[in-house]
């Protein structure tokens, strides 16, 4: 399922307050976002106790429970002891949408009337769904219309804001924070058709975790194995890049100065590649979209830039190649005015190096 209205994860809890208390609510989202960790904090808002049941991992009889014999000698089912209680809570299932189309059958009676046999969810009590899109690559099958129509639908996406807003006062590693501050892009990506990593807001955790469980002693050749093992892979690179820079104290703003020159050894390479990356980004940001428009300091910019972009070529082609590369969508990134004047100048520039 695709929406074509999304929340970000601050605009979810006030979203969910108003409708999970009067109906059941799906969460639709890519893996790795924050779905759960969003419903367990806000269960936690209302003081409600967070009952997760994943989907993958239930059988029709663990919802509907075992038959038992009354003294009348009739069989009821007794539902079980994780959902039979006697105070409100939160129920959260989640993988909804992966689970067996038997036990998406089992959910129907407890979304629709919030009930299981003959238990009946204490009042107060709020159900809550989540589940991956078909899209996404992860384990997703096709709910039945009588189910998705028992349910409000709400899509969540990724806001790079909202997470570094909570990786502030979480405890998430300064470089992290620092990193994804200057590249909130990096944040997610979308999963790749091949088993290989991507990145997420819970693969950025993760690495934070193993950045911290290392310390100071965390040589490179380990980091990039870390960063690689969790990240896409040209986030992975550009973020090693960062770390070499922190660690360093070699910026972009040295070289732009001319204080520095480009790191030039092939075991920087992926420091060049950041730097590369931060320099288109600095020249997308300063230069305008028509040369007229140029002030004299942006046109000493241009200027210069042309200069770096020689002997970043004279280092690496494919690299200096990035800088001017179209964007994601084929569309030029820097402006055309400067993209000309890089080509026809190139020459006299490479050879007044010589």
Not at 290 to 306: C, D, L, P, V, Y
Not at 320 to 331: E, Y
Request: proline share 8%; aromatic share 8%; glycine share 8%.
């Amino acid at each position: 399922m695709q929406g074509a209205v999304s929340v970000s994860p601050a605009q979810a809890p006030e979203l969910l307050l108003g409708l999970a208390t009067v109906r059941p609510v799906f969460l639709w989202g890519a893996p790795g976002i924050g779905k759960s960790s969003l419903v367990r904090a806000f269960a936690e808002s209302l003081g409600l106790e967070c009952v997760s049941l994943v989907g993958t991992q239930l059988a029709p009889e663990d919802l509907i429970g075992v038959p038992q014999l009354t003294p009348e000698g009739r069989s009821r089912f007794c539902p079980p002891e994780q959902i039979a209680r006697d105070e409100p809570y939160c129920l959260f299932l989640d993988e909804l949408n992966a689970a067996s189309p038997d036990v998406q059958k089992a959910f129907y009676s407890l979304i629709l009337d919030r009930r299981i046999g003959s238990y009946e969810l204490p009042p107060g009590s709020i159900v809550i769904g989540a589940g991956n899109r078909a899209t996404d690559g992860a384990l997703a099958r096709p709910m039945a219309s009588a189910l998705v129509n028992r349910m409000v639908h709400v899509h969540l996406r990724a806001s790079a804001r909202d997470w570094l807003h909570w990786a502030a006062g979480a405890g998430i590693h300064p470089w992290i924070v620092d990193h994804l501050t200057d590249r909130p892009d990096h944040l997610w990506s979308a999963p790749p058709k091949t088993e290989e990593p991507f990145s997420t807001p819970r693969a950025w955790h993760m690495l934070s975790d193993a950045l911290h469980s290392f310390g100071p002693t965390l040589d490179e050749e380990t980091l990039k194995v870390v960063a690689h093992g969790l990240l896409t892979a040209p986030h992975a690179v550009a973020f090693c890049g960062y770390a070499k820079i922190v660690r360093n104290s070699y910026g972009l703003e040295a070289i732009l100065k001319g204080d520095a020159r480009w790191p030039h050894r092939l075991e920087d390479r992926d420091l060049l590649y950041y730097l590369a990356d931060a320099f288109r980004g600095r020249l997308v940001k300063e230069l305008p979209a028509r040369k007229e428009h140029a002030s004299g300091a942006q046109r000493q910019t241009a200027f210069r830039a042309k200069s770096l972009l020689v002997q970043l070529a004279e280092i690496s082609v494919e690299v200096a190649q990035t800088v001017i590369a179209d964007g994601p969508d084929g569309n030029p990134l820097l402006p055309a005015w400067f993209l000309i004047e890089a080509a026809r100048d190139m020459p006299r520039l490479v050879e007044a190096r010589r």
